[in-house]
């Protein structure tokens, strides 16, 4: 079987993200490659398992976030001819906490070849009310999942990726919605519409550790809790009126939710799994 190749953003924050690669390795390491990306951090702040260290005057000063940030490491890959090594993509940022002694990558690699429809897999958060829409060591399809731990099939990704003038504003996200907000909406449709599932599954746990922004955003550069959650909305709905037309969060949720039960009417079969 080919390896998972695991994409992690950094950015001034190498104790966490070293924890974090350690994690991994230890209960993942035979079945993926880490490939850690520095998003601006300073020389003195780099995961010693740093890959790839992004330095440009913007980027310093900003950060790349989620959507630039995993446009920009799945390019890399793409570049340096490490593309067809890998089978899969595990694309997180360095506050997702994994339980204590669980298999992660080995388990999602499992489910992507039980599920053959699936292209799109995210592991639960035992905070999320879908965990009881789907029970225990199961598995649903979803039209929206929060996107701090995507789990890509590659054939997916290269049905939707830009080839055409790549780069990290355009290779898998767009990369104009800065701070990722419906990023995630996007992307599930485009799933959807390409005849691929997008999946939650209780069979492994993920959760986003939010005390990062809370507590250290000055180590990270970045806003306060607050003023990112206020920007996170306030530009993600802009971009959304400008791309697409919407005014509102729901209705890009409806358009995504309009591939949803589209798929299921070419897909009968898969019906089981709809929530």
Known sequence: MKKTATI???????????ALVEHLLKFDGD?????????GSSKGNLSKYSTWHV??????????????????GLLQLWREGNWDKYNSFFLITNDTKFPKNQKT?????????QYPKVGILSPCSKKWGERDLI??????????IHNNAYFFRKELVEQIM????????????????FRGYLS????????????????????????????????????????????????YINEGLKWIKKKYGFNSR??????????????????????????
């Not at 055409?164 to 919605?177: A, Q, V, W, Y």
């Open 8 to 18: 992690i953003l950094n950015r001034n924050l190498p104790k966490e993200t070293d």
């Open 31 to 39: 079945c993926t490659d880490i490939f850690v990306i520095e998003a």
């Open 55 to 72: 330095e440009s005057e913007e980027v310093i000063k900003q950060g790349l976030r989620y959507c630039r940030g995993m446009n920009y």
């Open 105 to 113: 990558i080995a388990t999602l690699q499992e489910i992507q070849t």
């Open 135 to 144: 029970g225990p060591d199961s598995l649903k399809y979803f039209w929206f």
């Open 162 to 177: 830009n080839v055409d003038n790549p780069s990290h504003m355009n290779f898998l996200f767009d990369g104009d919605n």
């Open 184 to 231: 995630e909406s996007e992307v599930i449709a485009k799933s959807y519409a390409n005849n691929w599932a997008a999946a939650i599954t209780t069979e492994v746990f993920a959760e986003e550790d939010e005390t990062y922004l809370l507590d250290k955003n000055l180590a990270i550069k970045t806003e306060t809790y607050e003023e990112n959650t206020q920007l």
């Open 250 to 275: 729901w209705q890009m949720m409806q358009y995504s939710q309009l591939f949803y039960e589209k798929f299921f009417e070419y897909n009968p079969k898969e019906k089981a799994r709809k929530i």
